[in-house]
């Protein structure tokens, strides 16, 4: 019989008969077996593979699918003999055939061979001629059908170059058959999914077919250099300078990459008519010294990371296209690449709640992937960035139950592999991730504190400015939460002077909602400044975090300032019905419904309102859980904010991102704890 799976999983009989293989699971089986090529598949392995939860009756429905199997393959086998072909072996099941009956045996078998001889490599035209599209096109994405593709997709890749590469090392390619080709074609030009260029034979159709290979994989860095020394064998010098700079660009912008050593002297060759030109490219056994893009992660990773500081529609910028490297990294089936590109994003983080956190979603889960695929032996500086990266994009207020545990231990995984390896700028990476997860329970500002300590204690040392800016701002949120604002207000000018040193304009953005908050606290004082004065001050500083490019840090932000604000003037909330509340509206709710003298509904939003997050405002929306409870004479309700806010008790209640206040937390801690006493409720 004869089976292929370079396409959808079919199967012949040697008289050309096409075998009925039944149904998916019956076709998933066939094709796990045919991965393992000859090897035997336990039983456990199958299942494990076939299902995501195996069902109770999982042996049963397997052997089901293995005896039609051997029903369809071996139709005229006598009952009560053994099967030839898919044959029980200890604690499972293999195939046994010869390799040439299966056509992914038969294609790592001619690229094995093309790779130890180039003179074989014309041979793999037939071998590319075979593939009907992605290899088992027909079954689900399971990880073990994943992992397969992405293999055997990077081996096609490999062998289209291969060919590519002793084609042009041969006397086959005369510069004089080279036709013009447009360069529509070159740049848009659809690579078809057999991957068997060379169809015409000649030049023009290498040009052609090299020019699309690039467009549907721009990050494979030795196919530009392939088109370029194609296009320059064919007598067109400048148009294979500009594939280059095209290639250098699309590295750079695209992927983060700066070009290899061997691209660039490939430059230089082309530039200064080199002898090395019509020399094969360099292959090593494997087949990946020269045709995979050499790993040095720069530019599109490191410019959103500038972009990224810079705010606005570069940060939002900054975020699409690291997203974009990511996934082109992965395409690629490098891990080590992948590793790096997705590490390198190491961008100070300030605020517990994500800007797109469906994004970050998407990084984590790309990392973890990352994470398996490197193991526990892998390389300890690239497992510590993933696991800082995992710890960074799970923000506390987008994270909940066993996710944020895994993000939790993540960021203290980072930080100790951090510390073992004494590199300076990834322990800095590492703290911020444990910065963001200290939102545990109410009360760590002295926590927070100790880590914005160490970091400028570190980046003042080894010069990394944008964790030093980091390290004031952890402390100046610190501060504040503790409502010691001299100290704030020096950490605050540090920031402000290493961001005009540094261009980091976000900083003065931040720094700004401190000043309205120190302006709020001070007008409850005597002589102090106009509630009204406050006010203005948060509206100014609201409108440069508009366009700061930060939504999950501005959503909200406002109206739950106003709010505190007239707390602390024991004024009614605001009930401006213009305003959005974001995140915070569960916990606002009551009091906003409670100013329009709507005490039903107060009562029913406070009893369905949520326990706060762990983040930044957790203080907050506890203080008005507790003034809510009070009011509404809920005593259960005001004991577990009594219980949650005193651990916060010398803290101020909205003051641990120094953006805003409602006043100390002792305030509404003691309307709790009264309400939960039974006391007459507060009336205010």
């Excluded at 030839?84 to 001619?110: E, K, M, N, Q």
């Excluded at 911020?432 to 160490?454: K, M, P, W």
């Excluded at 980091?470 to 002077?497: F, K, N």
């Excluded at 024991?570 to 916990?587: I, M």
Aim: proline fraction near 6%; include cysteine.
């Amino acid at each position: 019989m004869r089976i292929d799976v370079l396409g959808a999983v079919q199967a012949w009989h040697d008289d050309g008969r096409p075998i009925n293989l039944g149904g998916p699971r019956h076709r998933e089986v066939l094709g796990r077996l045919v991965a393992a090529q000859g090897r035997m598949v336990t039983t456990d392995t199958l299942i494990d593979d076939l299902w995501d939860e195996p069902p109770a009756g999982a042996v049963g429905a397997l052997r089901t699918f293995v005896a039609a199997l051997r029903r369809a393959i071996e139709p005229d086998r006598p009952p009560r003999t053994p099967p030839r072909v898919l044959v029980t072996s200890g604690t499972g099941y293999l195939l046994r055939l010869p390799r040439r009956a299966v056509d992914v045996h038969r294609f790592r078998d001619a690229l094995a061979a093309a790779r130890s001889s180039p003179d074989k490599a014309g041979g793999l035209g037939e071998a590319l001629a075979w593939w009907r599209g992605p290899a088992y096109a027909d079954l689900p994405d399971s990880a073990w059908v994943e992992q397969e593709r992405r293999q055997l997709e990077e081996l096609r890749l490999q062998s289209v170059e291969l060919r590519a590469d002793a084609f042009l090392a041969s006397d086959a390619f005369l510069a004089s058959d080279a036709r013009l080709v447009s360069d529509a074609r070159l740049v848009s030009g659809t690579h078809p999914q057999t991957g068997t260029f060379l169809a015409s034979g000649d030049a023009a159709g290498l040009v052609a077919e090299l020019g699309a290979h690039v467009a549907e994989h721009p990050w494979r860095e030795p196919a530009w250099g392939l088109l370029a020394r194609a296009l320059h064998r064919a007598g067109r010098r400048a148009e294979a300078l500009d594939t280059l700079r095209r290639a250098r660009t699309m590295l750079v912008e695209q992927l983060g990459l700066d070009p290899s050593p061997r691209m660039r002297r490939l430059e230089t060759d082309i530039l200064n008519e080199g002898p090395d030109l019509d020399q094969p490219g360099e292959q090593d056994a494997a087949g990946s010294a020269a045709t995979r893009t050499r790993l040095g992660p720069r530019t599109t990773v490191e410019v959103a990371r500038t972009l990224a500081l810079a705010g606005g529609d570069a940060l939002v910028g900054s975020r699409r296209d690291r997203l974009a490297a990511i996934a082109a990294a992965e395409r690629t089936g490098d891990v080590m690449l992948t590793a790096r590109v997705i590490g390198a994003y190491d961008v100070p983080a300030i605020w517990s709640r994500a800007d797109d956190p469906d994004q970050s979603r998407a990084v984590v889960a790309a990392a973890e992937r990352t994470l398996r695929r490197i193991g526990a032996d892998g390389p300890a500086a690239l497992r510590a960035r993933l696991l800082a990266t995992v710890a960074n994009e799970s923000r506390s207020a987008d994270t909940t139950g066993t996710a944020l545990e895994s993000a939790q231990a993540a960021a203290h995984a980072a930080e100790a592999l951090a510390r073992d390896l004494k590199d300076p700028a990834l322990l800095a990476f590492a703290l911020n991730g444990v910065f963001l997860h200290s939102f545990t329970r109410t009360g760590l500002a002295a926590r927070r504190d100790a880590i914005g300590a160490e970091l400028l204690t570190l980046t003042g040392r080894h010069e990394l400015p944008a964790f030093e800016i980091l390290g004031h701002l952890v402390r100046l949120q610190a501060a504040s939460a503790l409502g010691e604002l001299d100290a704030a207000t020096e950490h605050a000018e540090a920031a402000e002077t290493l961001a005009a040193a540094h261009e980091s304009p976000l900083v003065p953005v931040l720094t700004a909602w401190f000043r309205a908050r120190v302006t709020a606290a001070r007008s409850a004082e005597p002589g102090g400044p106009t509630a009204a004065t406050a006010a203005a001050a948060y509206r100014a500083a609201d409108q440069d975090l508009a366009t700061a490019g930060m939504p999950g840090l501005h959503r909200g932000l406002l109206p739950l300032a106003l709010l505190g604000l007239r707390l602390l003037h024991d004024r009614p909330a605001p009930t401006d019905p213009g305003l959005d509340w974001g995140p915070y509206l569960p916990w606002a709710a009551p009091l906003v419904l409670l100013a329009q003298d709507r005490v039903g509904e107060a009562r029913d939003a406070l009893r369905a309102a949520p326990e706060p997050p762990g983040d930044h405002m957790q203080e907050a929306l506890w203080s008005l859980t507790a003034r809510a409870a009070a009011v509404l004479d809920e005593p259960g309700i005001a004991a577990r904010a009594a219980t949650a806010l005193r651990a916060a008790r010398t803290e101020h209640a909205g003051a641990a991102g120094g953006m805003l206040t409602l006043g100390p937390v002792e305030r509404y801690l003691a309307e709790a704890e009264a309400c939960a006493r039974g006391q007459a409720p507060n009336s205010r």
